[in-house]
């Protein structure tokens, strides 16, 4: 059975960075349409980026200009790389993946199959 194990949480200080990682493997079908979400303490699930099979990306407001979502398709891996984090980014990370067909949107709505377990981060002030 197809998983997405994502990795690279930790605690940091305010203005600090790390990358999560989030290796697919055993997926039944290929996946075009990648993303991570983010689900803070007392909060809703939120997206924070999405990129797609043409390398297109968008970004959750609160985080454009500081996080950066890239793919290595030979190593099948998922990152996000977080720069100047803040404690408001303090949550557990999810990374998601699906197929879409071409005419469809790859966003934050998309109906995303496989999940990761999460990976913590703490950014502390």
């Known amino acids: 059975q197809g998983q997405l194990v994502d990795s690279g949480g930790g605690s940091v200080q305010a203005g600090g960075s790390l990358r999560l990682s989030c290796v697919a493997s055993g997926l039944t079908y290929s996946t075009n349409c990648m993303a991570w979400f983010r689900q803070g303490p007392g909060k809703e699930r939120e997206g924070v980026a999405v990129i797609n099979s043409g390398d297109s990306t968008a970004y959750a407001t609160s985080v454009k200009g500081r996080f950066t979502i890239s793919k290595d398709s030979a190593k099948n891996t998922l990152y996000l790389q977080m720069n100047s984090l803040k404690p408001e980014d303090t949550a557990m990370y999810y990374c998601?993946?699906?197929?879409?067909?071409?005419?469809?949107?790859?966003?934050?709505?998309?109906?995303?199959?496989?999940w990761g377990q999460g990976t913590q981060v703490t950014v502390s002030s």
């Open positions: 998601a993946s699906t197929f879409v067909p071409e005419w469809l949107e790859c966003d934050f709505g998309t109906d995303f199959n496989y």
